[in-house]
């Protein structure tokens, strides 16, 4: 299965370096030095390597030179994420630019006071969308419904030099309490953020085609979104050159109680910003499970 384990990579002291170098010199000396740490990434994560490398050479079709050198640039790209979302949670907001695609959708939605579902990925940087909500003086509150499978030292180590967040969590449960908070939440007229490209084992999945490869998506995100009448926008914040960020609000018109629409609606959206974005997919597993079907063979 292409299940995601819940673990990211990575150390604390790595962190503080990053952190070090961000406050002390700036952020592009931060940029400098993850040269290093990509290259390392790059020789040594074979896993991943192979996984990011299937997504360049097979399911995007580049060349097996051109979808190496890739390889490398997603690692350093991804590694910029990083790096900006911690200068701008500590305080650094103002050295990056904000463009809007979409804002009139997202006030619409606010106005229809129903609360909203958002629908992101692992692309680009959504960890940082707050801060663009605030840009554009929306006041209203995000619940990201998510996992704590994420490695606890790290959270706590980026937690204590960050200015406090506004999104409230979620956490995924078995006995479904999610649910209800996920349904308080909307009664709050608030927003409710899933992100669908990721499913852990024992999880229902649904498939559908994905880059002309059939994958599997975890099921959870668009049975609720498509049973709740409340309205649905895809939303992605991708990074542009330089220190410019780029939102993206797309909202999804499907059936009520049709998933699959939805799944396929979502898929499609994903699918274009890939185009414009390649270097910002950020799943380093086995996401078609291609690989491991291989190892069967």
């Known amino acids: 299965m292409s299940q995601w384990d819940g673990k990211s990579k990575g150390s604390v002291l790595g962190y503080k370096i990053f952190v070090f170098f961000i406050r002390k010199v700036g952020i592009q000396s931060a940029y400098f030095i993850l040269y290093f740490v990509a290259s390392f990434y790059f020789f040594f994560l074979k896993k991943s390597n192979r996984a990011i490398f299937y997504y360049f050479n097979q399911r995007l079709g580049y060349p097996k030179f051109k979808a190496k050198q890739m390889v490398f640039k997603s690692y350093y790209t ?3 994420t990083i790096i900006d979302k911690i200068s701008i949670s500590s305080g650094m907001r103002g050295k990056f630019t904000y463009e809007f695609d979409g804002v009139e959708i997202l006030k619409k939605l606010l106005a229809e006071k129903k609360g909203g579902i958002l629908i992101s990925a692992h692309i680009g940087n959504f960890e940082i969308a707050e801060y663009f909500f605030s840009e554009i003086d929306l006041d209203f509150q995000i619940n990201l419904v998510t996992t704590d499978l994420e490695h606890s030292a790290i959270k706590n180590y980026l937690a204590s030099i960050s200015k406090k967040s506004s999104i409230k969590f979620i956490f995924i449960s078995d006995d479904l309490a999610h649910i209800f908070e996920i349904n308080a939440a909307l009664a709050r007229n608030e927003l409710v953020c899933f992100t669908g490209d990721r499913y852990f084992e024992g999880v229902k999945s649904l498939n559908h085609p994905f880059l002309n490869k059939e994958a599997q998506f975890p099921a959870g995100p668009f049975l609720i979104a498509s049973r709740l009448k409340v309205p649905l926008v895809f939303v992605y914040v991708m990074k542009e050159p330089k220190l410019h960020y780029h939102l ?22 994903v699918e274009s910003m890939l185009k414009k974005y390649p270097l910002q997919w950020f799943n380093y597993f086995d996401f078609w499970n291609a690989l491991t079907d291989r190892r069967k063979k």
Not at 248 to 269: I, M, N, P, W
């Open 78 to 80: 991804f590694g910029q």
């Open 248 to 269: 993206y609000a797309r909202e999804a018109t499907v059936k009520h109680r049709d998933e699959k629409g939805l799944l396929q609606a979502y898929v499609e959206s």
